[in-house]
Antibody, heavy 127, light 107 residues
Framework: EVRLVESGGGLVHPGGSLRLSCVAS????????MSWVRQAPGKGLEWVAN????????YYVDSVKGRFTVSRDNAQNSLYLQMSSLRDEDKAVYFC????????????????????WGQGTLVRVSS | AIQLTQSPSSLSASVGDRVTITCRAS??????LTWYQQKPGRAPKLLIY???NLQSGVPSRFSGSGSGTDFTLTISALQPEDFATYFC?????????FGQGTRVEVK
């Protein structure tokens, strides 16, 4: 069974930094795009970042651009999120997720989705 | 950014009820929509991908439909384990965005 295990969350002061990790198992990690998604306490889900299979292509939500960096180490089956200049609004549970691709209209169109998620790691930002 | 608006934001229903949740996109997203179920303290669970494809292992009482801007998640006969929050997600454009969620509560 596919498994994703996040770690690295904790309490950090505003302006501080933190690095989240996600270790993947039971699938060929290097074959998949991977993502980070977050959820503030009591709120909805927010996509944060995507990274392609070899780490050469990355996308971010505007609110974290320039502050967060997504990376991966395929030899270690690991995904990372380096977070800096943390703000109160970054406080959330951070999930890593595997990205799958589905097709429609006889493969003329494609849709990407998260098929497996980790359990999440909580990031708290407080002075 | 593409906005996804779910309605209703919450609903009360009984076991056996038919439940319909809608997700409206602010622009045409073809069929690039996914539905998730989330229970408190848990990660989201994939239900429906590419608007209408049932994920393996998900009960057949769940179904999805729609394309363009209007999408629907239907639970044909609500079961006790279905009380949860449901989210839609679009991947048509970056940034990928989620709907605000629909909470299904016990009536």
């Amino acid at each position: 069974e596919v498994r994703l295990v996040e770690s690295g969350g904790g309490l950090v002061h505003p302006g501080g930094s933190l690095r989240l990790s996600c270790v993947a198992s039971e699938f060929t990690f290097s074959d998949y795009w991977m993502s980070w998604v977050r959820q503030a306490p009591g709120k909805g889900l927010e996509w944060v970042a995507n990274i392609n299979q070899d780490g050469s292509d990355k996308y971010y939500v505007d609110s974290v651009k320039g502050r967060f960096t997504v990376s991966r180490d395929n030899a270690q089956n690991s995904l990372y999120l380096q977070m800096s200049s943390l703000r109160d609004e970054d406080k959330a549970v951070y999930f890593c997720a595997r990205v799958r691709r589905g097709s429609y209209y006889d493969r003329s169109g494609y849709s990407y989705y998260f098929d497996y998620w980790g359990q999440g790691t909580l990031v708290r930002v407080s002075s | 950014a593409i906005q996804l608006t779910q309605s209703p934001s919450s609903l009360s229903a009984s076991v056996g009820d038919r439940v319909t949740i809608t997700c409206r996109a602010s622009q045409d997203i073809r069929k690039e929509l996914t539905w998730y179920q989330q229970k408190p303290g848990r990660a989201p669970k994939l239900l429906i991908y590419v608007a209408s494809n049932l994920q393996s292992g998900v009960p057949s009482r769940f179904s999805g439909s729609g394309s363009g801007t209007d999408f629907t998640l239907t639970i044909s006969a609500l079961q006790p384990e279905d009380f949860a929050t449901y989210f839609c997600l679009q991947d048509h454009n970056y940034p990928w965005t989620f709907g605000q969620g629909t909470r299904v509560e016990v009536k």
